[in-house]
């Protein structure tokens, strides 16, 4: 069985800042090897794409209304993601999810094989 679990949410104002870890792990799970990435929902809305990050690295995809903002990473050695948020936004707000398990960095949720539960994040105006 696979465990995926966030944290780092909160409430933050409108500009500040939050870093979403991820951790993974399982007895048939090789964190290094797996393609991740972070979604979001916001009430009565789809789950929607919002960066991903191949199991090296090197490669790392955002959707286009965090550019600039959002930073993607991961550390193999500690078998965690992290999203580094800046310059939040009221429109950020949102339960942001982990996902695992694609293959590929992929945007489409239904391609990510494990799930988190989820880490509520929530900014003022």
């Known amino acids: 069985q696979v465990q995926v679990v966030e944290s780092g949410g909160g409430l933050v104002q409108a500009g500040g800042s939050l870093r979403l870890s991820c951790a993974a792990s399982g007895r048939t799970f090789t964190f290094s090897m797996n393609n991740m990435g972070w979604f979001r929902q916001a009430p009565e809305k789809e789950r929607e794409f919002v960066a991903a990050?191949?199991?090296?690295?090197?490669?790392?995809y955002y959707v286009d209304s965090v550019k600039g903002r959002f930073t993607i990473s991961r550390d193999n050695a500690k078998n965690t993601m992290y999203l580094q948020m800046n310059s939040l936004k009221p429109e950020d707000t949102a339960s942001y999810y982990c996902?695992?398990?694609?293959?590929?960095?992929?945007?489409?949720?239904?391609?990510?094989?494990?799930w988190g539960q989820g880490t509520q994040v929530t900014v003022s105006s």
């Open positions: 990050i191949s199991w090296s690295g090197g490669r790392t």
């Open positions: 996902a695992a398990g694609a293959p590929g960095s992929s945007w489409n949720p239904r391609e990510y094989r494990y």
